[in-house]
């Protein structure tokens, strides 16, 4: 299947600065050679630890960030280097939906005058059909005829709502969900979830979901990459990866969560020491230090993504 956005060897390197001459000292390596592919109608799931990169990657597809070096691939041509209307294009078709609702919305705005703002930006409506389009999505997120009150009216599932249907507005292909529903009671989130679902199978959109809650990616997922360090350590179908985890550190991320099965009695792996910084990443495998399963040579060698099964990827030399 074709990719509508193919992001290849992509890195983000932030410069660190020192002294009074603000002379360059090193690199935070914050992502580091990052290959994913977003495909039509599915959804691709980034997990990993607070600081591995995966909100550092999802700015860069957003072009909120500029790459160290790699590309960003959309219809075919490098989004990176493209003219004014392909940006301009691009940028209508990625959308994004943000932690906090609240945070997100402008409480001075009515609804409406949110919603239409990405449509004034990004098309050539009249009036009409702005208000036509809002109106529309509204009732695509089960919201009809709310364009007239403001984000305080509102509870957190519904503020969430408002903001899928500014993100639906100029008829995107890929929207970013960054967190959706760790920031709302846990009572709506399996509402908003659901409802996420549905408007992927009604529109045909593709979602990359960013989140640490690993059953809120089990149960949206269709592919997940496991991110450590500012690289993909394992990644593959979202029930391959979850039933058969194979590299240390997902295995360690997997149990450390709450399990599926409430009568599981698997115990949690320890991973001992600290994250190493992304300033000092360790030589060889950046996992070493924490790997129960560690050799002399994972100090050295820096292992590369190696297919093991059905497009099950993993980065480790003794799979």
């Known amino acids: 299947m074709d990719a509508i956005i193919s992001v290849q060897g992509i890195k983000k ?10 002379k360059t000292v090193g690199y935070v390596k914050a992502v580091d050679g ?25 700015r860069m597809i957003l072009l909120l960030h500029k790459p160290t070096s790699g590309s960003i691939l959309f219809q075919g041509k490098n989004i990176l280097n493209a003219d004014k209307d392909l940006i301009k294009e691009y940028r209508r078709s990625v959308q994004t939906l943000f932690q906090d609702p609240f945070s997100s919305l402008q409480p001075k705005m009515q609804v409406g005058t949110i919603i239409a703002e990405p449509l004034l930006q990004n098309s050539n409506f009249s009036r009409e059909q702005i208000a036509e389009r809002v109106e529309e999505v509204l009732d695509t997120v089960r919201m009809p005829g709310r364009s007239k009150n403001y984000p305080h009216e509102f509870s957190g599932g519904e503020r969430q709502r408002i903001a899928l249907a500014r993100a639906l507005a100029p008829n995107p292909k890929i929207i970013i969900l960054d967190e959706p529903v760790s920031a709302l009671d ?19 959109l593709s979602y990359l979901l960013i989140a640490h809650q690993l059953g809120t990616v089990r149960y949206m997922t269709d592919y997940v990459g496991v991110m450590y360090l500012g690289k993909i350590v394992e990644k593959g179908p979202c029930e391959e990866v979850f039933q058969n ?66 497009d099950h990827w993993v980065a480790c030399p003794y799979i």
């Open 13 to 22: 390197h932030f410069p660190v600065k020192a002294g009074i001459a603000r």
């Open 34 to 58: 990052v290959d994913l592919d977003i495909t039509d109608g599915k959804t691709y799931s980034l997990i990993g630890e607070s600081g591995c990169g995966k909100t550092t990657l999802a």
């Open 186 to 204: 846990v009572s709506v989130r399996a509402q908003i979830m659901n409802h996420l679902k549905k408007v992927q199978e009604k529109l045909g």
């Open 245 to 310: 985890p194979l590299h240390p550190y997902t295995q360690a991320l997997l149990k450390a969560s709450l399990p599926f099965d409430p009568d599981s009695r698997d115990r949690v792996v320890p991973l001992p020491g600290e994250i190493p910084s992304p300033l000092k990443v360790p030589p060889g495998c950046a996992f070493h230090q924490r790997c129960y399963r560690a050799k002399a040579c994972c100090s050295k060698q820096r292992p590369e993504l190696t297919e093991v099964a059905n």
